[in-house]
């Protein structure tokens, strides 16, 4: 593709495309069309095959400008083309955010035109008629609408109000008062209708898609060439082969279509309540919604259609189809901070991801919403269409990135080099006609045929059997596919990352105790806040207010974390209902009271009234204003008011370190450090409290509007929550096992750095005797560059020599000593690292098992970067903010019950980490049966294609029936049966091949050949040494010799060969391939270590032994129906004994050369890149990473080539690196290079 005029859509995005311009060129479209005609139709499915080629070959390069036609190719590693054609509207506008002139506007909107609109565009031309209609120029691809800016003279998506870049106090003074019906009909031109529609294509047009795949256009001219040789019966075998393959896929897609169909549909089209710019409500169908207009969430909830942002009131909704958590979350009004009070923090553009506490997305469900009186709850829409966050997940569903595996890519070169095959065949066959002067047609049929018996009709459906049987066994264990071809790719996963809260740890959170702070010292720590003596301290005030809990039906909802702290101190919640609301001029807060039985009896005296004295005696809060948990900022706070009181007060709750940054420096205890560590050490989760009382002149109305950062300021720091999060029971055995099986293990959580390095320490993640080194990256400032502090996250709890006593047998004690360490970081040195320091982000992956305080999107490129060195990437997590690196990773696996989560290729019902092992055994062993199935179809090709070969060369060929006979009873019967070898009970320390193209198989595979085609030719050319041995006749009697003549008179009433299929060649080449297709399947089909042993599968056994008892029954015991069926010739009983002698060779020859050659000397040759090193290393000792990066290891190097993989590469130099890893107490420091690509570095001791 030419530089000149290429251009970029989608820059810097998942779906990053190039894209270049071209133009109709009439002749060349008159050459394609003569060429179509000329090929039979042939060159026009080329074409339909390759995209680029059609451009190409019937337009002429042009600007993007002036462009007709558009190719665009994917900027990703799969470089896919893709063809769109551009499209031309009219508009009385280029820009959808234009306000079209205020007065036509104005007048337009009075007039209320009645009648429907025909054409939308040629109406609002009609209205705006002193505008000049503008001709805007788009394309449409994947459901995303591109639109011609002359600006920047390139294509560009239009995604919804975010495009204008505006701030969070325009939205609310630029944007809140709606829309006229006429902009909104303007805007609907640009962004369409708000609709995911995913359209379930006619069975017809599957059909013709399905039907046109290469392979079976391939069949289709197969079953024409044989059925002009009158090959009827196997044309028809294979049309009917093919006509159920066809109506299953067919069957599979359609339903997967209805299934998205109606999971998408489900409450997508709804009636709204619309607010006009005139202050009008009007009623109108979810369709009509385009951003910017005002959008009005009914009390009773609804499901969102679109992506909004809250402008006034709260709603609480279920986000459980995009997260596929079902905790119920508190979405608050988006702060104006045009009416902040002094001293607040400048404006802030929105963003959805920044803003999201605000943002009500579409799909999920508004449960309740909590309102002022006389006020609505407004939400201001954002997105719509494909554009919102559901769009966008649905998008990735229908048009995902093909699945890159080596084993599909092998498939096709494996293919290929059997067409060569056939080639040779083809040439072979023709030049034998020729000389033997055979008649044309015969030789151009004959030719193609050896083509269509080299290439295997029943490949495809071959290839998916152990795919469709590993993913009913999935089913059976409770682990759900979506991407069935993923299967085979988790055999090779050799790195999983887990999540923390939910996934190695229980769900729910228990309170251990409290640790309260008052005049900068620590007391004691308590083991509960439910105790009269701290019923009006502030701490419990403070856990009993800080938090977004709310009640749906009567039940406290909302984050676990929250229920549980708020359980613990006793206190009663209670809501405003909505009359109650309706009574006051605003929102009516929530409110906590302690329990009377906790409060003080105050003391009553007889004269009293009763009323007075209820009132003196209640102590409860109202919740003023809530500033919801960001894990941007890692903190909550609520202003609330105790009553009675007129100042407020505010309550902080969040992130230890966080929390003591925002407090007084006198509050905070000088042990504070200390007493953190030691908790997080433990693996306990700590969280902190703060409190400031508010300026009396902040009343209710500016608190509404102050900012949050004027709130969280200033605070007293109260003391720390402790709150124990337990291990699951399965999760240390689950990661022995993988680490066993030289899987590494890598945690990639929210949560506390200390706390999640505790809890790698105590589920066995990280060893005992292991350094963990904590990467601190600190981004550039006042002039200085990026650095990175290492320090020791604690001492190892042994001394490194016990842990590395028996790994001294082979290993020299320096690296020996290397090998003990681990990486651990958080988010924002994350972030840092990948900015700055791009060559060292590889170096440290290598070795980083803790990933603490990572962000949804760091989440994701974390995987991403781990894929970039060659890992082989599985992800478990809980689907709560996993969903991004669940579908980024090349195997996620969601453990959340709740089906909604279309994220992940894998949902578990098991919810624990069990399922990953299952799943990696079940992926090996689907994987291994590809292999076995691939190799005997590519053996049963060549055995017959050898058949064939030999027999062409005395002008004879298998008959119609022996062709029918082996490709059903023997190939058919075989390939499904030798698939259902379930997984090995257990998970090894080696991974099967990931491709075709490897020694063990392609020897496996040659060896085999070799075997088949020396007993073949031997047994073709002894049967003509025979004494007995002539030309076959229909009088030909050579059964006399023998005392079974029975076929005899049958063979004499035989009518005149035409095709010379009667002979003893063919009788005895037929017997000897037919025993040659079972001995190979007997020989591929593995079983351990990574299948069930095959003699454990019955039905292939009983396959097998039907086939090999029947065989031997018709060579020993000819039945003279049979022979005639078959079309085989009576031979002598001495050459049947000798026919067996032979296939007792041939099947001990090919066990041997498979078992003793190959299992023995080359597979575990191949295999010892993934063996840990020396034999006598003990499993115990090993730390998660020695297992995989010993393949790169010296003694591995001296006598294998280098290892391809990139990780290994970096094994290896980091292996003989003085300088790493980085010593403690150093700083590494990015040079300060101009350019983005900034990722030289150099490390000196810290300061």
Same mark, same amino acid.
């Given at each position: 593709m030419?530089? $000149?005029?290429?251009?970029?859509?989608n820059?810097?995005?998942?779906d990053e495309?190039?894209?270049?311009?071209?133009r109709l060129?009439r002749?060349?479209l008159?050459?394609?069309?003569?060429g179509?005609?000329?090929?039979?139709g042939?060159?026009?499915?080329?074409l339909?095959?390759?995209?680029?080629?059609c451009v190409k070959?019937?337009?002429?390069r042009s600007?993007?400008?002036e462009?007709?036609?558009l190719?665009?190719?994917?900027?990703d590693?799969f470089?896919?083309w893709f063809?769109?054609k551009?499209?031309?509207?009219?508009?009385?506008?280029?820009?959808?955010f234009?306000?079209l002139?205020s007065?036509?506007?104005?007048?337009?909107?009075n007039? #209320?035109?009645p009648?429907?609109?025909d054409?939308?565009a040629?109406d609002?031309?009609r209205?705006?008629s002193e505008?000049?209609?503008?001709?805007?120029?788009?394309?449409t691809?994947?459901?995303t609408?591109?639109?011609w800016n002359d600006?920047?003279?390139?294509?560009?998506?239009?995604?919804g109000l975010?495009d204008?870049?505006?701030?969070?106090s325009s939205?609310?003074s630029? #944007?809140?008062?709606?829309l006229?019906?006429?902009?909104q009909?303007?805007r609907?031109?640009f962004f369409g209708?708000?609709?995911?529609?995913?359209?379930?294509?006619s069975?017809?047009k599957?059909?013709?898609?399905e039907v046109?795949?290469?392979f079976?256009?391939?069949?289709?001219?197969?079953?024409?060439l044989?059925s002009?040789?009158e090959?009827y019966?196997?044309?028809m075998a294979?049309?009917?082969?093919s006509?159920i393959?066809?109506?299953? *896929?067919l069957?599979?897609i359609?339903?997967q279509?209805?299934m998205l169909?109606d999971?998408?549909?489900?409450h997508?089209i709804?009636?709204?309540?619309?607010c006009?710019?005139?202050?009008?409500?009007?009623?109108a169908?979810?369709t009509?919604?385009?951003?910017?207009d005002?959008l009005?969430?009914?009390?009773?909830g609804t499901?969102?259609p679109c992506?909004a942002v809250?402008?006034?009131g709260t709603c609480?909704v279920?986000e459980?189809?995009?997260?596929?958590e079902?905790?119920?979350?508190t979405k608050t009004?988006l702060?104006n901070?045009?009416?902040d009070v002094?001293?607040g923090?400048? $404006?802030?553009r929105?963003?959805?991801e920044e803003h999201k506490?605000?943002?009500?997305f579409?799909?999920t469900?508004?449960?309740?919403?909590?309102?002022?009186?006389?006020?609505l709850v407004k939400?201001?829409v954002?997105?719509t269409g494909?554009s919102?966050?559901?769009? @966008?997940l649905v998008?990735?569903?229908?048009?995902?990135?093909p699945t890159?595996?080596?084993?599909?890519?092998?498939a096709?070169l494996?293919l290929?080099?059997?067409?060569?095959?056939?080639?040779?065949?083809?040439?072979?066959?023709?030049v034998?006609s020729i000389m033997n002067?055979v008649?044309?047609?015969?030789?151009?049929?004959?030719s193609?045929?050896?083509i269509?018996?080299?290439?295997?009709?029943?490949l495809p459906?071959?290839m998916?059997?152990g795919?469709v049987?590993?993913q009913?066994?999935?089913?059976l264990?409770g682990?759900?596919?979506?991407s069935?071809?993923r299967?085979?790719?988790?055999? @090779?996963?050799?790195l999983?990352c887990?999540d923390?809260t939910?996934t190695?740890t229980?769900d729910?959170?228990d309170l251990?105790g409290?640790q309260r702070?008052?005049g900068g010292r620590f007391?004691?720590?308590?083991?509960k806040a439910?105790q009269?003596?701290?019923?009006k301290s502030?701490?419990?005030?403070?856990m009993?207010t800080? #938090?977004?809990l709310?009640k749906?039906?009567g039940?406290?909802s909302?984050?676990?974390?929250?229920l549980?702290m708020f359980?613990?101190?006793?206190?009663v919640?209670?809501e405003?209902?909505?009359?109650e609301?309706?009574?006051?001029?605003?929102?009516?807060p929530?409110?906590?009271?302690?329990?009377n039985q906790?409060?003080? %009896?105050?003391?009553?005296?007889p004269e009293q009234?009763?009323?007075l004295?209820?009132?003196?005696a209640a102590?409860e809060?109202?919740?003023?204003r809530q500033?919801?948990?960001?894990?941007a900022l890692?903190?909550m706070?609520?202003?609330?008011?105790l009553?009675g009181?007129r100042r407020?007060?505010?309550?902080l709750k969040g992130?230890p %370190?966080v929390v003591?940054s925002?407090c007084?420096?006198e509050t905070?205890?000088?042990?504070?450090?200390?007493?953190l560590?030691?908790?997080t050490?433990q693996?306990f989760r700590?969280?902190a409290l703060?409190?400031?009382r508010?300026e009396?002149?902040l009343?209710?109305h500016?608190v509404q509007?102050?900012?949050?950062?004027?709130?969280?300021a200033?605070?007293?720091?109260?003391g720390?929550?402790?709150?124990?999060?337990?291990?699951?029971?399965?999760?240390?055995?689950?990661l @022995?096992?993988?680490?066993?099986?030289? =899987?590494?293990p890598?945690m990639?959580t929210g949560?506390n750095m200390?706390t999640?390095i505790s809890?790698?320490?105590?589920?066995?993640?990280?060893?005992?005797q292991?350094r963990?080194?904590?990467?601190?990256a600190?981004?550039?400032?006042?002039?200085?560059a990026?650095k990175i502090?290492?320090?020791y996250a604690?001492?190892?709890?042994k001394p490194?020599n016990?842990g590395?006593?028996?790994?001294?047998?082979e290993?020299?004690v320096?690296?020996?000593?290397?090998?003990q360490?681990?990486?651990?970081?958080?988010?924002?040195?994350f972030s840092?690292?990948?900015?700055?320091?791009?060559?060292?982000l590889?170096?440290?992956?290598?070795?980083?098992?803790?990933?603490?305080?990572?962000a949804?999107?760091q989440?994701?490129?974390l995987?991403?970067?781990?894929?970039?060195?060659?890992y +082989?990437?599985?992800?478990c997590?809980?689907g709560?903010?996993?969903?991004?690196?669940?579908?980024?990773?090349?195997?996620?696996?969601?453990?959340?019950e709740?089906e909604?989560s279309?994220?992940?290729p894998?949902t578990s019902r098991?919810p624990n980490?069990?399922?990953v092992?299952?799943?990696i055994r079940?992926?090996?062993a689907?994987l291994?049966t590809? +292999?076995c199935?691939?190799?005997?179809?590519?053996?049963y090709s060549?055995i017959?294609?050898i058949?064939?070969?030999?027999?062409?060369s005395?002008?004879?060929n298998?008959?119609?029936?022996?062709?029918?006979?082996i490709d059903?009873a023997?190939i058919l019967?075989?390939?499904?049966?030798?698939s259902?070898?379930p997984?090995w009970?257990?998970?090894?320390?080696?991974?099967?091949?990931s491709?075709?193209?490897s020694?063990p198989?392609?020897f496996s595979?040659?060896?085999?050949?070799?075997v088949?085609?020396?007993?073949?030719t031997? *047994?073709?050319?002894w049967v003509?040494?025979?004494?007995?041995y002539?030309?076959?006749t229909?009088?030909? $009697?050579?059964?006399?010799?023998?005392?079974?003549t029975?076929?005899?008179p049958?063979?004499n009433?035989t009518?005149h060969?035409d #095709?010379?299929?009667?002979?003893?060649?063919?009788?005895t080449l037929?017997?000897i391939s037919?025993?040659?297709?079972?001995?190979?399947?007997?020989?591929?089909?593995?079983?351990?270590?990574?299948?069930?042993?095959?003699h454990k599968?019955?039905?292939?056994?009983l396959?097998a032994?039907s086939l090999?008892?029947?065989?031997l029954f018709?060579?020993?015991?000819?039945?003279?129906?049979i022979d005639d069926?078959?079309e =085989?010739?009576c031979?002598?009983?001495e050459?049947?004994?000798r026919?067996?002698?032979?296939i007792v060779?041939n099947?001990?020859?090919?066990?041997l050369?498979?078992?003793?050659l190959?299992d023995?000397?080359?597979?575990?040759l191949?295999?010892?890149?993934?063996?840990?090193?020396?034999?006598?290393a003990g499993?115990a000792t090993?730390?998660p @990473?020695?297992g995989i990066?010993?393949?790169?290891?010296p003694q591995c190097?001296?006598r294998r080539?280098?290892?391809k993989?990139r990780y290994?590469?970096?094994?290896?130099?980091?292996?003989?690196?003085p300088?790493?890893p980085?010593k403690p107490?150093?700083?590494?420091?990015?040079?300060?290079?101009p350019?983005p690509?900034n990722g030289?570095y150099?490390t000196?001791p810290?300061?």
């Open positions: 030419e530089k $000149d005029d290429l251009k970029i859509v820059k810097g995005q998942e495309m190039e894209v270049s311009g071209y060129c002749w060349k008159a050459l394609v069309g003569l179509v005609l000329g090929s039979g042939f060159l026009l499915l080329l339909y095959w390759m995209p680029e080629w070959s019937t337009c002429n600007t993007l400008r462009a007709q036609i190719l665009l190719r994917s900027t590693e470089k896919r063809l769109a551009v499209r031309v509207m009219l508009a009385p506008g280029r820009n959808p234009d306000s002139g007065q036509t506007t104005s007048t337009v909107a007039g #209320h035109t009648h429907p609109f054409s939308p040629d609002l031309i209205k705006y505008y000049q209609p503008v001709q805007i120029r788009y394309f691809l994947h459901s609408k591109y639109f600006m920047i003279q390139n294509f560009e998506v239009l995604t975010e204008l870049e505006v701030t969070c939205l609310h630029e #944007h809140s008062a709606g006229t019906r006429n902009l009909d303007y609907r031109l209708v708000n609709e995911i529609a995913v359209k379930v294509p069975v017809f599957l059909l013709i898609k046109l795949n290469p079976y256009i391939f069949q289709l001219f197969s079953v024409v044989w002009a040789d090959y019966y196997y044309a294979i049309v009917f082969m006509v393959s066809v109506a299953t *896929s069957y599979t359609k339903k279509y209805v169909h999971m998408v549909a489900a997508s709804v009636r709204v309540s619309v006009r710019a005139n202050n009008e409500m009007e009623e169908m979810s009509d919604l385009v951003p910017g005002i009005i969430i009914p009390t009773n499901i969102m992506d809250l402008i006034s609480i279920n459980s189809m995009l997260t596929g079902s905790v119920p979350v009004n702060p901070l045009g009416l002094k001293g923090e400048g $404006d802030t929105y963003s959805m506490r605000h943002t009500l579409c799909g469900n508004v449960i309740q919403t909590r309102f002022y009186s006389g006020e939400a201001l954002v997105r494909f919102t966050a559901k769009g @966008q998008r990735s569903i229908l048009y995902p990135k890159d595996f080596k084993l599909y890519r092998d096709y494996f290929l080099c059997l067409v060569a095959v056939a080639g040779i065949g083809f040439v072979y066959s023709i034998l002067s008649p044309a047609k015969t030789i151009i049929i004959e193609l045929d050896i269509t018996i080299t290439v295997p009709p029943a459906a071959a998916t059997a795919i049987y590993a009913r066994r999935l089913k264990i682990i759900f596919c979506i069935p071809q299967i085979n790719i988790c055999g @090779q996963l050799n999983v887990f923390k939910g190695l229980e729910g959170l251990w409290i702070a008052e007391h004691l720590s308590e083991e439910y009269q003596a701290l019923v502030h701490f419990v005030a403070c009993a800080c #938090h977004s709310t749906i039906e039940q406290l909302g984050d676990p974390l929250d549980k359980e613990a101190t006793g206190w919640l209670e405003a209902t909505e009359e609301t309706a009574l006051h001029n605003r929102i009516m929530t409110v906590v009271r302690p329990p906790l409060l003080p %009896e105050p003391a009553a005296t009234d009763m009323e004295y209820e009132l003196s102590y809060m109202g919740i003023v500033f919801p948990f960001s894990s890692q903190r706070s609520v202003v609330a008011r009553l009181e407020m007060d505010a309550y992130a %370190e003591a925002l007084k420096t905070v205890p000088e042990s504070f450090s200390e007493v560590e030691d908790y050490k693996g700590v969280i703060a409190h400031r508010l009396s002149k009343n209710w500016k509007n102050v900012n949050r950062e004027h709130i969280e200033n605070m007293e720091f109260l720390l929550i402790i709150m124990q999060n337990k291990l699951k029971a399965e999760t240390p055995g689950v @022995q096992d993988l680490q066993r099986a030289n =899987i590494r890598v990639v949560d200390l999640a809890v790698a320490r105590d589920c066995g993640m990280i060893p005992p292991d963990v080194i904590i990467a601190d600190l981004p550039p400032k006042d002039g200085q990026a502090n290492w320090r604690d001492n190892p709890i490194a016990e590395t006593h028996s790994q001294e047998v290993v020299s320096e690296p020996q000593l290397q090998q360490y681990h990486f651990a970081m958080s988010g924002r040195s840092v690292i990948m900015e700055h320091f791009q060559d060292l590889q170096k440290l992956v290598l070795r980083g098992t803790v990933f603490a305080r990572m949804p999107d989440k994701t490129q995987v991403e970067v781990l894929q970039s060195v060659d +082989f990437v599985g992800m997590g809980d709560a903010n996993d969903c991004g690196a669940l579908k980024r990773a090349h195997s996620g696996i969601s453990l959340s709740l909604a279309v994220a992940s894998f098991t980490i069990s399922c092992p299952s799943l079940e992926g090996r689907a291994m590809s +292999f199935v691939f190799k005997f179809m590519a053996l060549i017959q294609y058949s064939v070969t030999l027999l062409y005395i002008l004879s298998l008959g119609d029936f022996q062709f029918l006979f059903i023997i019967l075989i390939v499904f049966t030798m259902l070898n997984a009970k257990d998970l090894v320390a080696r991974r099967p091949p491709g075709l193209i020694g198989l392609l595979v040659l060896t085999q050949i070799l088949s085609l020396s007993f073949q031997l *047994s073709f050319l003509r040494q025979q004494s007995w002539e030309r076959w229909p009088e030909s $009697d050579a059964c006399n010799m023998s005392s079974n029975s076929s005899s049958h063979s009433t009518q060969d #095709h010379n299929i009667k002979n003893y060649e063919n009788t037929f017997y037919s025993f040659q297709y079972l001995i190979v399947a007997i020989v591929f089909s593995k079983g351990k270590p990574f299948r069930q042993p095959s599968n019955w039905p292939f056994v396959s032994i090999y008892v029947f065989l018709i060579m020993l015991h000819p039945v003279a129906a069926f078959l =085989i010739v031979v002598p009983f050459w049947r004994l026919l067996l002698l032979i060779g099947a001990a020859v090919s066990v050369m498979e078992t003793l190959l023995i000397v080359l597979w575990k191949v295999f010892s890149r993934d063996k840990p090193g020396a034999s006598g499993r090993q730390t @990473q020695m990066d010993q393949w790169g290891a190097c001296r080539k280098v290892p993989a290994m590469h970096l094994a290896q130099e980091l292996r003989v690196d300088d790493w980085p107490r150093t700083t590494t420091e990015a040079k300060a290079l350019g690509d030289s150099q000196r810290a300061s």
